[in-house]
């Protein structure tokens, strides 16, 4: 029981520490983090933006996301392509639930766990998660 109750607390913690890593976005409509993490290190993260060179400005003049703006999961899991860490068998914290393209890199990175902090409008990304056995933790207010 104290085993699940630490890994509760932990779970929280570094959710806490993916929203506050989602301040970083430039995005206006809304800003998420996420962060991986593998025996108990941080071995990546990301918010969601626009690709490396490209200006900070996430939404056109409609208001609505530019088609080439990354989501803070895609960014953490490409990050980890350029380091010398994987991602098989770690958690990734989300601020918000993933959508469907963001859930197909999570199962192609042997990530076997997601806890995210809010449900986004549609379902299909966590759908597709719980189909994959990823265990699926909602630590939402």
Known sequence: ??????????????????RIWAENSYCQRRQVGALVVKDKMII????????TGFENICEDDAGLSKPYVLHAEANAITKLAKSS???DGATIYITASPCIECAKLIIQAGI???????KYRLT????????AGIELIYLGE
């Not at 076997?112 to 809010?118: F, M, N």
């Open 1 to 18: 029981m104290e085993s699940n109750d630490k890994q509760r607390k932990l779970d929280e913690r570094y959710l806490r520490m993916a």
């Open 124 to 131: 299909d990304g966590i759908d597709l998660l719980r189909r």
């Open 112 to 118: 076997k766990r997601v806890v995210y902090g809010e």
């Open 44 to 51: 990546s993260d990301g918010y969601n933006g626009t690709p």
């Open 85 to 87: 860490n994987n991602s």
